[in-house]
């Protein structure tokens, strides 16, 4: 039997890396527009709910 490393190391490539199949990092370029506006007004309409709910049941 194969003892250590030789046993995976036979049957691999030489350089057994992959290519990146997605990008690493991001930048402004991958916001989408209106990203931020969705993000506050999502907040805002939630703030509102719980503000309507707090002072109908109290």
Do not use: C, N, T
């Not at 190391?9 to 916001?31: I, K, N």
């Not at 999502?42 to 703030?47: D, G, Q, S």
Request: aromatic share 10%.
């Amino acid at each position: 039997m194969a003892g250590g490393d030789d046993f995976y190391s036979r049957d691999r490539p030489d350089h057994p890396q992959l290519p990146e199949d997605r990008p690493r990092g991001g930048g402004p370029e991958h916001v989408p527009r209106g990203g931020h506006r969705k993000v506050l007004l999502l907040w805002l309409l939630a703030a509102a709910v719980i503000l309507i709910l707090f002072f109908i049941f109290i």
